[in-house]
């Protein structure tokens, strides 16, 4: 089933992996890339304000008060930042979203984006569709879970360039959780169009539900590597952005 774009929509938001983006990029690719680059990284980078804040929280990530008391023991600097390796190495292990792990991530990603070492993965039909919605007086959000930070570094290195010019503006949890409708209230208001007036797409039904609770249209995007959703979830799906057809 595909999913018409009926004239009534003004806006398209749009959710990252699983959708404009494969899923496998972020496992296969950042993740690997900031568990590989983590300890060349501190040493380039070590005595960098940013990096030391990262640390300072990454001490509390692991249980201890502060970065002193956590490292002060140790008197040489590569000593220091081989324990900060291998406390990233194990909160990695068991896949732990917390703060400090996620900054210094963060900070690897920054540098491995805008050397050029890591692109974006967009599938093909992306920008070609966004260029159609835009050249139809459309605006295009972003949606996801990542950081604005993250999203605008992800977009601003893509396979297809940088596509951060396209986008009206990015979401992240701090409007909500995905899953939650109040939060597609609060980025209808935020984007200052009725909901019905919005068309939200996503890999997730569960999102999709949330979004539809609050009464924007959805989309359920599916793609190869995508994990497949409860049957009869009853969303429209696409395989493809071509399939948004402009009604
Ligand atoms: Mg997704």
New binding site residues.
């Given amino acids: 089933m595909t999913v018409n774009l009926p004239a009534t929509v003004s806006d398209i938001l749009l959710?990252?992996?699983?959708?404009t983006s494969s899923i496998r990029f972020v496992v296969e690719v950042m993740f690997p890339y900031a568990r590989e680059h983590v300890a060349e990284y501190l040493q380039a980078h070590w005595n960098e304000p940013a990096v030391q804040a990262a640390v300072d929280k990454l001490a509390r990530d692991v249980g201890q008060p502060d970065a002193l008391t956590w490292l002060g023991e140790l008197n040489a600097e590569h000593e220091r930042q081989g324990r900060v390796v291998a406390a990233v190495q194990q909160l990695m292990d068991r896949d732990a979203k917390v703060t400090g792990l996620k900054e210094l991530q963060g900070l690897i990603w920054d540098r491995g984006f805008t050397s050029g070492q890591m692109v974006a993965h967009l599938y093909p039909d992306v920008l070609p569709a966004i260029e159609a919605w835009r050249s139809s007086g459309r605006r295009v959000w972003i949606y996801s879970s990542g950081s604005i930070a993250a999203q605008r570094l992800f977009f601003g290195h893509t396979t297809a360039g940088d596509l951060l010019n396209r986008f009206s503006g990015h979401f992240d949890t701090t409007s909500g959780g995905k899953k939650e409708p109040a939060s597609y209230q609060r980025i209808a208001l935020a984007i200052g169009a009725p909901p019905a007036n919005i068309l939200f797409v996503?890999?997730?039904a569960d999102e999709l539900h949330a979004a539809s609770q609050a009464g924007m249209l959805t989309a359920l995007s599916v793609r190869p590597e995508n994990q497949p959703q409860p049957a009869g979830h009853g969303f429209g799906e696409i395989r493809s952005f071509a399939e948004l057809a402009q009604a």
Avoid: A, L, R, Y
């Avoid at 959710?15 to 959708?19: F, N, R, V």
């Fill in positions: 959710d990252i992996e699983g959708t996503s890999d997730i």
